[in-house]
C-alpha cells in the first residue's frame, strides 16, 4: 500500500532562515506527490505538486519542493521563511491502488519565531 | 463564493442528538470526501464518493453516516452524538484522476458535543 511519512510534529525555524519540511513516501509506480497548507481555520490549501519532469518543483508563497527518487523523499523547502507562514503542512501521495484517492502523512506545524 | 462550502462552521450540540454537517460544491468533481481531524492528528477519513450512487467507508466510519444527494451535495450525520466526536470536520473534492490541485477542501466544521 501506498503511504506517506512525516516524521517531525513540529519545526520550529527564525523567521529570514531556510526551512525544510520533510516527506517521505513509499508507492509503487511513479509517485504523484503533494503539498499542502492549513492556517488556523481553514481548509487545507494546495501548495504544489510533482507528476513528472524537474525534480525541484515550485509553488506558491514562494515554496519549493525536492523530489528525490532514490531516497523516496519530497522535502518542503523555502529559501527564507517568514512569520507568516507559521502553519500545518501535509504532503500527500496519490495512491493508485485506491482509485487515485490521496495518502495523507500525519502533519508538520511550523512555527516561525521573529 | 467558495468552491467546497461547509455549514455549519461552527456548532455545539449535546450528546445523543443528532447533527448533520452539509457540504456543496461547485467544482463540478465527481468525488466528494468527509475527513475528521483532532488536535494534534492528521486527517482521518470517514466516508468518501466516487459519484451519487456510490458511497464507502473509510478508517473510522462507525457512529457516522452519509449521503450524496447530488453530485455536488455530501452530507455527514452523527445519528447520536458523543463526546469524543468533538473534532474539525472537513469535506474535499476531486476528479477522477486527481487533477491540478489534487483535493479541493472546505473550511471545515467546528463541533463541540458536549
Known amino acids: 500500500a501506498q503511504s506517506v511519512a512525516q516524521p517531525e510534529d513540529q519545526v520550529n525555524v527564525a523567521e529570514g532562515n531556510p526551512l525544510t519540511v520533510k516527506c517521505t513516501y513509499s508507492v509503487s509506480g511513479n509517485p504523484y506527490l503533494f503539498w499542502y497548507v492549513q492556517y488556523p481555520n481553514r481548509g487545507l490549501q494546495f501548495l504544489l505538486k510533482?507528476?513528472?519532469?524537474?525534480?525541484l518543483v515550485k509553488g506558491s508563497y514562494g515554496f519549493e519542493a525536492e523530489f528525490n527518487k532514490s531516497q523516496t523523499s519530497f522535502h518542503l523547502k523555502k529559501p527564507s521563511a517568514l512569520v507568516s507562514d507559521s502553519a500545518l503542512y501535509f504532503c500527500?501521495?496519490?495512491?493508485?491502488?485506491?482509485?487515485?484517492?490521496?495518502?495523507f502523512g500525519g502533519g508538520t506545524r511550523l512555527m516561525v519565531k521573529p | 463564493d467558495a468552491d467546497v462550502t461547509q455549514t455549519p462552521r461552527n456548532r455545539i450540540t449535546k450528546t445523543g442528538k443528532r447533527i448533520m454537517l452539509e457540504c456543496s460544491q461547485t467544482?463540478?468533481?465527481?468525488?466528494m470526501y468527509w475527513y475528521r481531524q483532532d488536535p494534534g492528528l492528521g486527517l482521518r477519513l470517514i466516508y468518501y464518493?466516487?459519484?451519487?450512487?456510490?458511497?464507502n467507508k473509510g478508517e473510522i466510519s462507525d457512529g457516522y453516516s452519509v449521503s450524496r444527494q447530488a453530485q455536488a451535495k455530501f452530507s455527514l450525520s452523527l445519528e447520536s452524538a458523543i463526546p469524543n466526536q468533538t473534532a474539525l470536520y472537513f469535506c474535499?473534492?476531486?476528479?477522477?484522476?486527481?487533477?491540478?490541485?489534487?483535493?479541493?477542501f472546505g473550511s471545515g466544521t467546528r463541533l463541540t458535543v458536549v
Open positions: 474535499a473534492t476531486s476528479t477522477s484522476g486527481t487533477g491540478r490541485y489534487g483535493y479541493t
Open positions: 467544482k463540478g468533481h465527481d468525488r
Open positions: 464518493s466516487f459519484d451519487v450512487k456510490d458511497i
Open positions: 500527500a501521495v496519490r495512491d493508485v491502488n485506491a482509485g487515485n484517492m490521496l495518502t
Open positions: 510533482y507528476i513528472t519532469g524537474d525534480n
